[in-house]
């Protein structure tokens, strides 16, 4: 089964979040994009990839370890951007801050705890987001890109993060579906 770690997003800012998605798609109506489901919108700490059922344990009881010494997380969802660029966007998302850089040590507490289990850790350094989009092709993608622009200083609020979760992904021919298969809390 495909896995991964993550974070979820408060509904306050779920639903600032899906406002801007929603002026994305307005501002680029002809952009060649795949837009995410508003109810799969995550922050990921870790990709794990495949995941074997017998394996499951062993990965909660490394995510627990990893999540007891830590306190709850006052996370910011703000501005907005892409990958590789703004202007030319391969993968449209929502910035993800936290405390100072306790996001950043939180991702690598998570996939430090993971790599005794043969997960390879993400070699690229880790900011936080919440995809919204991903391109298919450059059609349309000049509004977008201006559209991505404009909305560089957006604001979506605050929350506390107050677990993460092990989720599954199901791949299926409409977007994926996620099902959580562990809530860990942070500070155990």
Do not use: K, N
């Amino acid at each position: 089964m495909r896995c991964f770690v993550a974070i979820d997003l408060s509904p306050e800012v779920r639903a600032a979040i899906v406002r801007a998605q929603a002026g994305l798609r307005a501002g680029a109506p002809h952009a060649d994009v795949r837009w995410l489901d508003p109810g799969g919108m995550h922050l990921t700490l870790a990709f794990l990839g495949e995941v074997r059922e017998e394996q499951v344990a062993a990965v909660e009881s490394a995510l627990a370890a990893a999540m007891t010494p830590r306190p709850p997380l006052g996370l910011v969802a703000s501005g907005l951007g892409g990958f590789p660029s703004a202007r030319r966007p391969r993968v449209v998302w929502a910035g993800i801050v936290g405390e100072g850089e306790a996001l950043g040590r939180t991702a690598a507490a998570v996939a430090s705890a993971l790599v005794p289990l043969g997960f390879r850790a993400e070699e690229r350094p880790f900011r936080g987001h919440v995809t919204l989009a991903r391109v298919r092709s450059p059609r349309g993608l000049q509004p977008l890109g201006d559209a991505v622009a404009a909305g560089v200083r957006a604001d979506f609020g605050a929350w506390t993060a107050r677990e993460v979760v092990l989720y599954r992904s199901h791949l299926r021919t409409s977007g994926a579906v996620y099902e959580p298969l562990v809530r860990l809390p942070f500070g155990g």
